[in-house]
């Protein structure tokens, strides 16, 4: 995206901000967003912020895609797909409080949604923080015990981990919840 157009959608979201409300639209659930009345702030994030992500995620770039998440992780805490972004780059950056940083706000500030806590999980374990990964997992399945993915975010915890029976366990509930996605090798 040449400069021009990226200053000109940066500008538009920043007038729809203030158009919107200003300091309002800032801190907005994600989930709630629709419900608010946010929907189409929410759609301007997204189209000009966090879909940018992926393309500027190569060379000298990263630091564009940090600013792209920081701006939609202001306004989103606990968008999903941006903290699943903000984890690539900080480790493509090697600066890893700074997902830690913003999953602990969009925790804080949102405490009640178990794929937040899950996407925490996930990412501390990926970062080597196995226990901590654990500990936030089994968060998400105690805010829903139904959460299919929290069970198989788990299995691959404990598979790293060394604890296989535990891996096991986490992979049939898993599977018993209706968990299709990718669970590790011989569970």
Same mark, same amino acid.
């Given at each position: 995206?040449?400069?021009?157009?990226?200053?000109?959608?940066?500008?538009?979201?920043?007038?729809?901000?203030?158009?919107?409300?200003?300091?309002?639209?800032?801190?907005?659930?994600?989930?709630?967003?629709?419900?608010?009345?946010?929907?189409?702030?929410?759609?301007?994030?997204?189209?000009?912020?966090?879909?940018?992500?992926?393309?500027?995620?190569?060379?000298?770039?990263?630091?564009?895609?940090?600013?792209?998440?920081?701006?939609?992780?202001?306004?989103?805490?606990?968008?999903?797909?941006? %903290?699943?972004? !903000? &984890?690539? *780059?900080?480790?493509?950056? +090697?600066?890893?409080?700074?997902? #830690?940083?913003?999953?602990?706000?969009?925790?804080?500030?949102?405490?009640?949604?178990?794929?937040?806590?899950?996407?925490?999980?996930?990412? %501390?374990?990926? !970062? &080597?923080? *196995?226990?901590?990964?654990? +500990?936030?997992?089994?968060?998400? #399945?105690?805010?829903?015990?139904?959460?299919?993915?929290?069970?198989?975010?788990?299995?691959?915890?404990?598979?790293?981990?060394?604890?296989?029976?535990?891996?096991?366990?986490?992979?049939?509930?898993?599977?018993?919840?209706?968990?299709?996605?990718?669970?590790?090798?011989?569970?």
């Amino acid at each position: 995206m040449n400069s021009f157009v990226r200053i000109l959608s940066i500008s538009l979201c920043l007038s729809f901000c203030f158009w919107d409300g200003g300091e309002e639209a800032y801190g907005s659930d994600y989930f709630t967003a629709a419900q608010d009345g946010n929907t189409e702030h929410l759609k301007l994030v997204e189209k000009f912020h966090i879909d940018n992500v992926p393309p500027q995620m190569t060379g000298d770039r990263l630091n564009y895609a940090l600013g792209d998440l920081n701006y939609a992780l202001d306004r989103y805490p606990n968008h999903p797909r941006a %903290l699943q972004l !903000i &984890g690539m *780059v900080a480790q493509m950056l +090697k600066k890893n409080e700074l997902a #830690i940083d913003r999953f602990q706000k969009a925790i804080e500030q949102f405490p009640r949604y178990s794929i937040t806590q899950a996407q925490y999980g996930l990412y %501390l374990v990926g !970062i &080597g923080s *196995v226990d901590e990964g654990i +500990k936030m997992l089994k968060r998400s #399945i105690e805010i829903d015990p139904r959460f299919a993915a929290g069970y198989g975010g788990l299995a691959h915890a404990y598979v790293k981990k060394g604890d296989l029976e535990y891996a096991h366990e986490a992979a049939m509930k898993a599977r018993e919840l209706g968990f299709n996605g990718k669970l590790p090798d011989g569970l």
